[in-house]
Structure formats: structure tokens, C-alpha cells
Nanobody, 118 residues
Framework: VQLVESGGGLVQPGGSLRLSCVVS????????IGWFRQAPGKEREEVSC????????FYADSVKGRFTISRDTAKNTVYLQMNDLKPEDTAVYSC????????????WGQGTQVTVSA
């Protein structure tokens, strides 16, 4: 199982980014995909997750209404659209593959840096 993130970068407050997590074939048939972030000196936080069974989604309160998770099974890709970004969203963002959104990921990507700064 492989997960590869991309799409991070430097953006001004209020801006947008779309992260991509490309996964191995068939992963989306058997695993949920979660987006996690970790800022320096802080614990890792799960910001969003999408279930493989029915596509239901979860969002942390800190990103609800600003971030949207989606998947394209034909492209083996899960996206995280991030709008109205704030400096406190600055972190390394990683995607992980748990069996279900309430579980710990069994597989991880390498992460991509998101920096929100003027």
C-alpha cells in the first residue's frame, strides 16, 4: 500500500490549496483515507476522513466549513480542498489509510508542508 501526497506550499491567509493523496490500486475499496496534520511542538491532529464503505465524511471542528474531503476512485486519489486558510493551519499534512475513520491508520504517506503566512 502506497500513499503519496502533493499540493502543499506557501499561501497567504484567506487563500486556498488543494492537497492530493494518490494511493495504490484498490486501496479505496478497502480503506478509509484520513488527512492529518502536525505543527511544530504540537500533537498530530486528524482534520478529515472519508469512509470507503459509503463515502461518509468527518471533519474536525477547527476546519469544518473551510475544508472539503473528496475522492476520485477512477484516479485512486483523495483530495483535501482547503479554503480560507489561516496561519494556524500551518503544518505538515499527511494522508493515512485506516480500515475505518475511527481507527488508527495502517499506512501513511510522507507528508506535504502547508505554510499560511503573509
Amino acid at each position: 500500500v502506497q500513499l503519496v501526497e502533493s499540493g502543499g506550499g506557501l499561501v497567504q491567509p484567506g487563500g486556498s490549496l488543494r492537497l492530493s493523496c494518490v494511493v495504490s490500486a484498490f486501496v479505496l475499496d478497502y480503506y478509509a483515507i484520513g488527512w492529518f496534520r502536525q505543527a511544530p511542538g504540537k500533537e498530530r491532529e486528524e482534520v478529515s476522513c472519508i469512509e470507503y464503505v459509503d463515502g461518509s465524511t468527518f471533519y474536525a471542528d477547527s476546519v469544518k466549513g473551510r475544508f472539503t474531503i473528496s475522492r476520485d476512485t477512477a484516479k485512486n486519489t483523495v483530495y483535501l480542498q482547503m479554503n480560507d486558510l489561516k496561519p494556524e493551519d500551518t503544518a505538515v499534512y499527511s494522508c493515512g489509510a485506516p480500515r475505518y475513520c475511527d481507527a488508527d491508520p495502517l499506512h501513511w504517506g510522507q507528508g506535504t508542508q502547508v505554510t499560511v503566512s503573509a
